[in-house]
């Protein structure tokens, strides 16, 4: 399909919910598109590798947001899951992970890189 064509239905569906907030289509056109690249796929060749302590650095110095998730999997040809499980490591309190996992070295390396950008850990 065209690009012109496809703009063209864009703004027809956009026109047809002349009563809707243009926030609010722009916000669902988003998260559609994001549904629709993580359906798709890309590139996830490093997956079940090691992550870098830069790797690790870049993805902990953006907000822990869907957007982010999505821009880091691709960059790094991870799986969407993946980097959404870092910032949640990140974030997770210290005694819930002695409780769960208290010698696993890929924690222990986001709490380190996390830690160092200035996280609560």
């Known amino acids: ?31 559609a598109m994001r549904e629709c690249e993580i359906e798709r796929g890309w590139d996830e060749s490093n997956s079940r590798r090691s992550w870098t302590d830069d790797e690790l ?12 998730c999505l821009k880091h999997a ?4 991870r799986g969407y899951g993946a980097v959404e499980q870092i910032y949640r ?8 992970i002695e409780e769960i996992r208290p010698d696993d070295v890929f924690i222990k390396q986001i709490k380190r890189v996390a830690r160092r950008l200035g996280w609560r850990v």
Do not use: Y
Not at 74 to 77: D, H, L, P, S, V
Not at 89 to 96: H, I, V, Y
């Open 74 to 77: 691709r960059a790094f040809k």
């Open 89 to 96: 490591w990140a974030a997770a309190p210290l005694d819930r």
């Open 57 to 68: 650095r870049v993805i902990l110095s953006d907000a822990p947001t869907k957007e982010n």
């Open 1 to 31: 399909m065209p690009t012109r064509e496809l703009k063209d239905g864009f703004l027809n569906v956009m026109n047809s919910q002349r009563g809707t907030n243009t926030q609010e289509i722009r916000r669902v056109f988003e998260e």
